[in-house]
């Protein structure tokens, strides 16, 4: 019985020690459990800390940004500005401007500062109303003095300066800016300036005054996005030429009234001329279709001609060509030869005698020569040309004048006198005087006459060209029968 007893303990004692591991084992897996959760939370305490210090110093950075933000909003808008760009050889104030030489200019900027503003006030919302003006105006003075009195607009040239002093000295960004002599130097410089100020934040709108001069077009057309299209607005003085007019959905436009001259200006009238009869108005109205494409070299140029048709030369001119046959075809000056043997007269005479002959008698210098249509229309010889260097010759700014016959204002010419030319060069210059038309079209009767007398757009049997009724060359002066019937002779 004893015995048995003592099983009984140690079979129970032996229940106690599994017990007991196992509650050994249930303590220490709490315990490293316990342990992994005071390392992950010390890591979480961490990775907390240092996203608090980030958010902090995010929070200070965007405060810092936001504050330069407003600074740099307050900069554009303290310093924002509209830019009027102006080509000065073609946007020609009014008359009564600038006949008032500087008067007429402070009251030409007064009047343009009021219709820009106006004018923004309208199309520009939003903007700030501390904003300034800055205006540029780049012509050729002294060639827009001598246009402008040569017209009767001006009793003297200078008074073109004492405008442009006016306009200038009346506002403090106001500018009136003589490039000296040449078109493309204005072309130049305004391009450059717009090209400058285009993508300028502080420039918050152009007014581009250009609406004479189709080469503006390509340089518009370069813009290639929508939002700085609408940053520019048009400015028509003249009407828009061909290309600028076809931007009209691309860019906006506007006209100053009573600001800016609304015609070119025509030197014609105030040519002084011998007396002569009004012009010869041609019977024949073709009906063919008009020329579609114009040569490149035909370009309008932006400023007014300045050309005059002086007097023929007094000195004989030599004609190198005598012909024997009949009415020559294209023009050209002829001269008879009466002594020229015929076959008939080679036939007939003696063949072996060798006499003197007798002496030559001395002939006058041949009588100029025009060619006319059955219309009586005058009819030039043809000048074939290259495109490329009639562009070229236009750029050089020659005194036609002077290289072809004679100038009239010789040291006071505003084109140039010191260029030598070439023989080709010469040509491709009567090209291009042949692309401003003669006051007396194809009555013309002035042999040495480099003017045109026939539309260089136009095509032989149609009353229309590529400029339509903007054409400097009159209606007779289209569609002109190039067949020669008869020359007409013309007085020493």
Request: proline fraction near 7%.
């Given at each position: 019985?004893?015995?048995?007893?003592?099983?009984?303990?140690?079979?129970?004692?032996?229940?106690?020690?599994?017990v007991?591991?196992?509650?050994?084992?249930?303590?220490?897996?709490?315990?490293?459990?316990l342990?992994?959760?005071?390392?992950?939370?010390?890591?979480?305490?961490?990775?907390?800390?240092?996203?608090?210090?980030?958010n902090?110093?995010?929070?200070?950075?965007?405060?810092?940004?936001?504050?330069e933000l407003?600074l740099?909003?307050?900069?554009?808008?303290?310093?924002?500005f509209i830019?009027?760009?102006?080509?000065?050889?073609?946007?020609?104030?009014?008359?009564?401007?600038?006949?008032?030489?500087?008067i007429?200019?402070?009251?030409?900027?007064?009047?343009?500062?009021?219709?820009?503003?106006?004018y923004?006030?309208?199309?520009?919302?939003?903007?700030?109303?501390?904003y300034?003006?800055?205006?540029?105006?780049?012509?050729?003075?002294?060639?827009?003095?001598?246009?402008?009195?040569?017209a009767?607009?001006?009793?003297?040239?200078?008074?073109?300066?004492?405008?442009a002093?006016?306009?200038?000295?009346?506002?403090?960004?106001?500018?009136f800016?003589?490039?000296?002599?040449?078109?493309?130097r204005?072309?130049e410089?305004i391009?450059?300036?717009?090209?400058?100020?285009?993508?300028?934040?502080?420039?918050?709108?152009?007014?581009?005054?250009?609406?004479?001069?189709?080469?503006?077009?390509?340089?518009?057309e370069?813009?290639?996005?929508?939002?700085?299209?609408?940053?520019?607005?048009?400015?028509?003085?003249v009407?828009?030429?061909?290309?600028?007019?076809s931007?009209?959905?691309?860019?906006?436009?506007?006209?100053?009234?009573?600001?800016?001259?609304?015609?070119?200006?025509?030197?014609?009238?105030?040519?002084?001329?011998?007396?002569?009869?009004?012009?010869?108005?041609?019977?024949?109205?073709?009906?063919?279709?008009?020329?579609?494409?114009?040569?490149?070299?035909?370009?309008?140029?932006?400023?007014?001609?300045?050309?005059?048709?002086?007097?023929?030369?007094?000195?004989?001119?030599?004609?190198?060509?005598?012909?024997?046959?009949?009415?020559?075809?294209?023009?050209?000056?002829?001269?008879?030869?009466?002594?020229?043997?015929?076959?008939?007269?080679?036939?007939?005479?003696?063949?072996a005698?060798?006499?003197?002959?007798?002496?030559?008698?001395?002939?006058?210098?041949?009588?100029?020569?025009?060619?006319?249509?059955?219309?009586?229309?005058?009819v030039?010889?043809?000048l074939?040309?290259?495109?490329?260097?009639?562009?070229?010759?236009?750029?050089?700014?020659?005194?036609?004048?002077?290289y072809?016959?004679?100038?009239?204002?010789?040291?006071?010419?505003?084109?140039r006198?010191?260029y030598n030319?070439?023989?080709?060069?010469?040509?491709?210059?009567?090209?291009?005087a042949?692309?401003?038309?003669?006051?007396?079209?194809?009555?013309c009767d002035?042999p040495?006459?480099?003017?045109?007398?026939k539309?260089?757009?136009?095509?032989?049997?149609?009353t229309?060209?590529?400029?339509?009724?903007?054409?400097?060359?009159?209606?007779?002066m289209?569609?002109?029968?190039?067949?020669?019937?008869?020359?007409?002779?013309?007085?020493?």
């Amino acid at each position: 019985m004893a015995h048995q007893e003592t099983l009984l303990l140690f079979e129970e004692f032996e229940n106690l020690k599994g017990v007991e591991h196992r509650k050994n084992d249930l303590i220490q897996e709490l315990l490293n459990r316990l342990d992994k959760l005071n390392t992950d939370y010390q890591r979480s305490e961490l990775d907390h800390e240092r996203e608090k210090h980030f958010n902090r110093d995010n929070q200070l950075r965007e405060q810092r940004l936001q504050e330069e933000l407003r600074l740099n909003r307050a900069r554009i808008e303290r310093n924002a500005f509209i830019l009027v760009l102006i080509d000065g050889d073609g946007m020609i104030f009014e008359d009564n401007l600038i006949k008032q030489g500087e008067i007429g200019g402070k009251d030409a900027a007064a009047a343009l500062s009021s219709s820009v503003r106006d004018y923004v006030h309208r199309a520009v919302p939003g903007l700030s109303s501390d904003y300034k003006i800055l205006a540029r105006i780049y012509a050729n003075m002294k060639g827009l003095g001598d246009v402008c009195h040569k017209a009767g607009i001006l009793t003297k040239p200078s008074t073109i300066e004492e405008f442009a002093r006016g306009f200038t000295g009346s506002k403090h960004l106001f500018d009136f800016v003589d490039v000296g002599m040449g078109k493309d130097r204005a072309d130049e410089k305004i391009s450059e300036i717009l090209r400058l100020h285009l993508y300028d934040v502080h420039c918050r709108h152009i007014v581009f005054g250009c609406s004479h001069d189709n080469g503006y077009a390509r340089l518009l057309e370069d813009v290639g996005d929508q939002e700085t299209m609408e940053q520019i607005t048009l400015l028509e003085g003249v009407p828009f030429e061909r290309e600028l007019a076809s931007l009209g959905s691309k860019y906006r436009s506007t006209k100053f009234e009573g600001l800016f001259r609304t015609s070119k200006i025509n030197l014609y009238p105030s040519y002084v001329q011998a007396p002569y009869q009004a012009p010869y108005q041609s019977p024949y109205q073709p009906t063919h279709p008009s020329y579609p494409n114009p040569p490149a070299a035909y370009a309008q140029p932006a400023s007014p001609p300045t050309f005059v048709q002086p007097t023929p030369p007094t000195r004989p001119v030599q004609v190198a060509v005598q012909r024997t046959a009949s009415t020559s075809t294209n023009g050209s000056t002829m001269k008879m030869n009466p002594a020229a043997p015929t076959w008939a007269s080679a036939a007939t005479s003696a063949p072996a005698q060798v006499a003197t002959p007798p002496p030559t008698p001395q002939q006058d210098p041949p009588v100029p020569r025009i060619a006319r249509n059955k219309y009586g229309q005058r009819v030039d010889p043809t000048l074939n040309y290259d495109k490329e260097s009639v562009r070229k010759m236009r750029g050089l700014h020659l005194c036609q004048n002077h290289y072809l016959r004679e100038c009239a204002y010789g040291d006071s010419c505003v084109n140039r006198h010191d260029y030598n030319p070439s023989k080709n060069e010469l040509h491709t210059l009567r090209v291009v005087a042949r692309q401003t038309p003669c006051k007396f079209g194809t009555d013309c009767d002035d042999p040495y006459c480099t003017y045109g007398h026939k539309c260089p757009m136009g095509k032989e049997g149609s009353t229309d060209c590529f400029f339509g009724s903007d054409c400097w060359f009159s209606k007779d002066m289209h569609g002109i029968d190039l067949r020669v019937v008869h020359t007409t002779k013309v007085g020493k």
